[in-house]
């Protein structure tokens, strides 16, 4: 498995202002994705970091409100837009390592808290 | 609609004393079922990959295993390290790469 790392592990943040996170992954992968982790729930998909091209969203999930990008095979990071208490959560990366396997291998995560 | 749903929500063990933990889905094509444990403050921990019914995969103490409807995580002679939330996740076929995530069961072994 790779090592994903993410930075950084954890930010306080007033509303109205915007956080970037990134993700490095210690080798090249095939896919990135960014979930989302909201208190006392699971996983839930933002979107998925295409590599030189716009990222794929989910359904309640806009490219306004959580910009990303993905510059090469190896890192991504995701922007928290103009935030509300509402997106106080813990955002995540992972990436699948090869073509072949499905399973999604998962950085540390980032507590966001918006005060 | 496309659901996964994982019991009990939390569970509490001696240690030494064996259970399972049971994720049942429904869902519309299984790709696979993953297991993923995550401990306080962390990232979920890749455990295993299901993908065919009565497929079992072992690790240790643990044991997946799937059918038609559902997954269990046999947990054998469980130490308080295994104390943690585990989760459960599918992907869809023509769901792209999402994974559906259950919302976990939280376990304790205690001594």
């Known amino acids: 498995s790779a090592v994903i790392s993410q930075k950084p592990s954890r930010d306080i943040c007033q509303r109205g202002t915007s956080l970037t996170i990134q993700c490095q992954v210690d080798?090249?992968?095939?896919?990135m994705f960014w979930y989302r982790q909201q208190p006392g729930q699971s996983l839930t998909l933002i979107a998925t970091?295409?590599?030189?091209?716009?990222?794929?969203?989910e359904s309640g999930f806009v490219i306004d409100k959580f910009p990303i990008s993905r510059p090469n095979l190896t890192f991504s990071t995701l922007t928290v837009s103009n935030m509300s208490p509402e997106d106080s959560s813990i955002y995540l990366c992972?990436?699948?390592?090869?073509?072949?396997?499905?399973?999604?291998?998962f950085g540390p995560g980032t507590r966001l808290t918006v005060t | 609609e496309d659901q996964v749903t994982q019991s009990p929500e939390a569970l509490r063990l001696q240690e030494g004393e064996s259970s399972s933990l049971n994720c049942s889905y429904t869902?519309?094509?299984?790709?696979?079922l993953f297991w993923y444990r995550q401990d306080p403050g962390k990232g979920p921990e890749f455990l295993f990959t299901?993908?065919?019914a009565g497929e079992e995969k072992e690790k240790e103490r643990l044991k997946a295993t799937l059918t038609k409807k559902e997954s269990f995580l046999h947990i054998t002679a469980p130490k308080p390290e295994d104390s943690a939330t585990y989760l459960c996740?599918?992907?869809?076929?023509?769901?792209?790469?999402?994974?559906?995530f259950g919302t976990g069961t939280q376990l304790k072994v205690e001594l």
């Open positions: 992972s990436a699948r390592l090869s073509p072949g396997g499905y399973e999604q291998y």
């Open positions: 080798s090249q992968v095939t896919m």
């Open positions: 970091a295409n590599q030189g091209s716009e990222a794929t969203y």
């Open positions: 869902v519309s094509g299984l790709r696979g």
């Open positions: 299901l993908y065919s």
């Open positions: 996740a599918v992907q869809l076929t023509g769901g792209g790469n999402k994974l559906t």
